[in-house]
């Protein structure tokens, strides 16, 4: 993907997103840091378009390699951080994973710029297997988790994290 997505094509795409105030339109508290875990649900499940599925026990298990990561990296403390959840759907459907991480924070079938722009700004963005997400990606300058893309036909740059 370097080839279309090199330095120079990143730079034009984030000075274009720039270009335009964007308000406040993130609901991120800016005394923290941000973990945005794009999750697709609304127009995908397990049986409808497969391709596209990852299970709430796969996101669980990044969600946790990233934050090991944080504890680990002694740079930070991941109590700086609030994790959100951006999606569609109920959360009832989240259910599984908001048992894990009770303090997570839902973000469901809201603006879809405002789901954009929240993963633009995330000091991580956590990616689904999605366009949607993969622009948003490429917009963001900070830690990109790609790991749903490896066997997916977006393939991830080299400078996204596989964890």
Same mark, same amino acid.
């Given at each position: &993907?370097?080839?279309?997505?090199? /330095?120079?094509?990143?730079?034009? =795409? ?5 270009? @335009?105030? *964007?308000? %406040? ?24 378009? &497969?391709?596209?599925?990852?299970? /709430?026990?796969?996101?669980?298990? =990044? ?5 090991? @990561?944080? *504890?680990? %990296? ?90």
């Amino acid at each position: &993907p370097e080839f279309f997505y090199n /330095d120079k094509v990143l730079a034009i =795409l984030r000075e274009i997103y720039n270009s @335009n105030p *964007k308000e %406040d339109i993130a609901p991120y508290d800016k005394a923290k840091k941000h973990i945005a875990l794009h999750i697709r649900r609304g127009d995908v499940n397990a049986v409808k378009y &497969p391709s596209r599925w990852t299970s /709430d026990e796969e996101y669980i298990k =990044l969600l946790s390699k990233v934050i090991d @990561n944080i *504890k680990k %990296d002694g740079n930070d403390n991941i109590e700086n951080y609030d994790i959100h959840i951006l999606s569609e759907g109920e959360p009832a459907l989240f259910k599984t994973i908001t048992n894990v991480y009770p303090n997570i924070k839902l973000h469901l079938s809201i603006d879809i710029q405002q789901t954009f722009h929240m993963m633009v700004l995330a000091n991580v963005l956590i990616m689904s297997k999605s366009s949607f997400c993969y622009s948003a990606g490429l917009i963001n300058k900070n830690k990109v988790i790609a790991n749903n893309l490896v066997k997916w036909w977006h393939k991830p740059l080299k400078t996204w994290c596989i964890i």
